[in-house]
């Protein structure tokens, strides 16, 4: 196991305000670009040739990696010029790959948190001799997601959508964004046009006959599509219940990175993190929350399981439970934002504005 696809082209509508200038997979979880911690697992697991397929804000990346060296790795970098889809994006690289026919190439999400053992994932495939391998999740309710049936020797039976009644529910397990292909099948792929893997690609392969396999690893996992998850993930790096050899620092309750600034009686807990050049003043609370760099949180503001953007600044006395700050975005003083409230980037919030709000 030598190459891998990396998907990092979505536009992250689910996460604005933090996609606004910067894209998904390089918002920062527990200090560094999330991307960084995808990039030092596939490392972990074997890998050292890793292809991004970027679209959306793609001249972030290259600047940021480079060749991939520093991480070990080797990286390259494929841009659409429109965006493809998930088939689409994974054919739109094939021409950069180095895999004989039938060797087997990773491809991930890049919003996927998970502790999968990507080694097992890859010897399932091999030793199962399936087409296409599929990392499989179990979930408590499985009716947000699509659903992967398997029968007695892990093999998928079918593609089936988000089930509407419970006797649709005939299993708990669902696609987790981690696939291994035999190269040949992504050369199959049709290029140059939209194609959705999960909607077309698989259930295509499955009608013809192709053998792909389910491979159940029910370690950490979680889709990090919306703020609350993204600020969720990030703390769970930090206290070390989600595995990533990238967390720049010890695992525990903080993670406080050079160069902030945090007031010696600010209380700091459940896996927040305190970004470069970021400011935390006197008796304030910080909560299962990221602050981004150069972000201020005044004297007396508490911060509760919510994101604030680079360079925000949170007033005195103001009060964020489950809140996204965009970047540049200030909020004065006394304000209390709960339950999804998004502040835009570079927004202004008068002191006092705002007692209560919600989505």
Excluded at 60 to 78: K, M, Q, W
Excluded at 103 to 124: C, K, M, Q, S, Y
Aim: include cysteine; glycine fraction near 12%; aromatic fraction near 4%.
């Amino acid at each position: 196991m030598t190459e891998a696809i990396l998907l990092v082209g979505g536009k992250g509508t689910r996460l604005r305000p933090l996609t606004v200038n910067t894209p998904k997979p390089m918002v920062p979880a527990a200090g560094v670009p999330f991307l960084t911690h995808q990039l030092a697992r596939a490392k972990a697991a074997g890998v050292d040739h890793v292809v991004m397929a970027t679209s959306y804000l793609a001249e972030v990346f290259e600047p940021y990696f480079g060749d991939g060296s520093a991480l070990g790795l080797e990286l390259e970098y494929v841009t659409e010029d429109e965006p493809l889809g998930t088939g689409g994006a994974i054919r739109n690289v094939a021409p950069r790959l180095r895999s004989a026919a039938d060797e087997p190439v990773l491809v991930f999400n890049g919003d996927i948190l998970t502790g999968l053992d990507i080694r097992a994932l890859v010897d399932t495939h091999r030793g199962s001799g399936a087409d296409v391998s599929l990392h499989l999740t179990r979930v408590a309710d499985p009716r947000a997601f699509g659903l992967v049936p398997t029968d007695g020797e892990g093999r998928v039976t079918a593609f089936l959508e988000k089930p509407q009644t419970p006797e649709e529910i005939v299993t708990d397990q669902i696609n987790a964004g981690a696939y291994v292909f035999t190269r040949s099948v992504i050369d199959s792929i049709p290029a140059d046009r939209p194609v959705s893997v999960e909607r077309e690609t698989f259930p295509g392969l499955l009608a013809e006959g192709a053998h792909l396999q389910g491979m159940v690893d029910s370690t950490y996992w979680l889709d990090l599509g919306t703020p609350q998850a993204f600020v969720r993930g990030s703390a769970d790096l930090v206290l070390g219940r989600a595995p990533s050899p990238a967390v720049p620092g010890r695992r525990g309750e903080r993670l406080v990175l050079d160069g902030a600034e945090v007031a010696p009686d600010a209380k700091l807990t459940a896996g927040s993190v305190v970004g470069s050049g970021a400011r935390i003043g006197a008796g304030a609370v910080v909560e299962g929350s990221t602050i981004l760099a150069d972000a201020t949180v005044a004297p007396g503001a508490q911060v509760r399981n919510s994101l604030v953007g680079a360079g925000a600044h949170i007033g005195a006395g103001t009060v964020l439970d489950g809140a996204v700050i965009g970047d540049g975005a200030i909020v004065g003083e006394g304000n209390e934002l709960r339950e999804g409230v998004r502040i835009w980037c570079d927004a202004r919030i008068p002191d006092g504005a705002v007692r209560f709000s919600a989505p």
